[in-house]
């Protein structure tokens, strides 16, 4: 086989063998294959698309081109979940405990924000002594003991696509479906969990801004999943707001455990308890609307809560949090944002929230820049409220005083008002299985 053959091949949209995209991906990984040739073989994926045994091929490809994690000792129960990124989304501390309660084995491997997106491990790293990073076998045992462990991802899982996504990023083939799938497939199955349940976030404030391409990309890692020995759903969730009121990590993570404790914003805790009850139902059976029930009630209950402070207590973080939030790192300064006029909010452009959170100092622009813990942004009103002149819209926080301004305009800019109320979107638009 010949690189240029297979570059060739796609280009023209003819069907590649795996043997043929096996060839491909092991020869990028080796070096014998330029970035210049694996530029060219994502723009002719880009224009010509993949069907769903090649991308099942690539997605293979590429986990198989690194480490693959071994958790056949969890049996059915291992589960995984995965979001396609967002602003305000800390489902994963709230439902790992939260299925881990229920029975469900959670071993999940995370990475940090860029951009306007929040990432896990950065709200877990807000947690005094929290250990991003554990060996193999202590990462499998304390899910073997406790039901969860979240780790930082490392570069030995699925390398192909490290090495994939930074050229795709620099020449304009990112937003690509078979791209987008198989390098998010790539890392959930070199990760090993039997089960994986998708978010697939849709809106202002997620990778696909429309429902159409979310419903493709859902759907096209579900057959993945199907193609190689995996049991996944997907469900398609609104990012066109926030999740919850808070944005930026220490904020994020105290909004988490009022979750845990019973209480918390709607949106955030209907999520929690779907994205959970589909978990359920891959790991034992059953529904997930029962299943679902069974996880408002572990909320309730304060079981969650309890396996929320067994697992920070596991991975050396402070799990005094708990009960006490001022143990967390918080912003130095403050200001407040008021309504410049009265009506109903009708729309909030979420992508413009996460980048006034940024400018606070809670993300990050380039891959080594340093976050503001306790920076970020707590949202009084959301999309659908009525507000009067000078109600509260939101509270800003940071360390640096001089970042007000700039974010402050950004933040107020994405607000849209009126005198009618808007049809508000649905939390969860489809689940696909």
């Not at 849709?202 to 020995?229: F, P, W």
């Not at 994205?275 to 529904?287: K, N």
């Not at 503001?372 to 509270?395: E, W």
Request: net charge negative; with cysteine; hydrophobic share 40%.
């Amino acid at each position: 086989m010949r690189i240029t053959d297979i570059i060739e091949k796609k280009k023209y949209g003819i069907h590649l063998e795996d043997k043929e995209i096996q060839y491909l991906i092991d020869a990028y990984v080796s070096g014998e294959a330029a970035d210049y040739q694996l530029a060219a073989f994502a723009m002719a994926v880009y224009f010509q698309g993949m069907d769903d045994a090649e991308t099942a091929a690539l997605t293979m490809s590429m986990a198989e081109s690194g480490h693959l994690l071994d958790l056949s000792a969890l049996g059915n129960l291992s589960v995984d979940k995965h979001s396609t990124g967002g602003v305000g989304d800390k489902t994963t501390l709230i439902v790992a405990p939260l299925v881990a309660s229920l029975g469900g084995y959670v071993s999940k491997m995370s990475g940090r924000g860029l951009g306007h997106t929040g990432g896990t491990i950065d709200k877990l790293s807000a947690i005094p002594g929290y250990k991003t990073v554990l060996e193999e076998d202590v990462f499998i045992r304390q899910t073997q003991e406790i039901g969860i462990s979240v780790i930082q991802a490392g570069g030995v899982f699925a390398p192909a696509d490290s090495k994939l996504y930074a050229l795709r990023d620099v020449t304009a083939t990112v937003d690509s479906i078979p791209l987008i799938a198989s390098s998010v497939m790539s890392k959930k199955i070199a990760a090993g969990a039997k089960n994986i349940v998708l978010d697939v976030k849709t809106g202002s404030g997620a990778l696909m801004k429309t429902y159409e391409a979310s419903l493709l990309l859902a759907k096209t890692m579900v057959s993945i999943g199907k193609n190689c020995g995996r049991n996944v759903t997907a469900l398609i969730t609104d990012m066109d707001s926030p999740l919850g009121n808070a944005v930026g990590n220490t904020l994020e993570v105290e909004e988490a455990i009022a979750v845990l404790h019973g209480g918390g914003p709607k949106d955030l805790c209907t999520i929690c308890q779907h994205l959970a009850g589909e978990m359920l139902a891959l790991v034992h059976g059953g529904t997930a609307e029962e299943w679902k029930g069974k996880a408002a009630a572990a909320l309730s209950n304060g079981n969650a809560l309890e396996y929320f402070c067994k697992w920070i207590h596991a991975q050396g973080g402070d799990s005094k949090i708990i009960e006490d939030p001022s143990l967390l790192p918080h912003a130095k300064h403050s200001m407040t944002l008021y309504a410049p006029e009265a009506g109903y909010i009708t729309h909030t452009d979420t992508q413009k929230i996460g980048h006034a959170s940024l400018l606070l100092g809670a993300g990050r622009s380039k891959k080594e820049d340093t976050i503001q813990m306790g920076a970020g942004i707590l949202l009084s009103a959301k999309c659908g409220d009525y507000v009067r002149k000078g109600d509260l819209l939101a509270s800003l926080y940071t360390d640096d005083a001089n970042t007000f301004s700039d974010a402050k305009d950004e933040l107020l800019s994405s607000y849209t008002f009126s005198s009618e109320a808007p049809e508000v979107a649905p939390l969860i638009y489809d689940v696909i299985r």
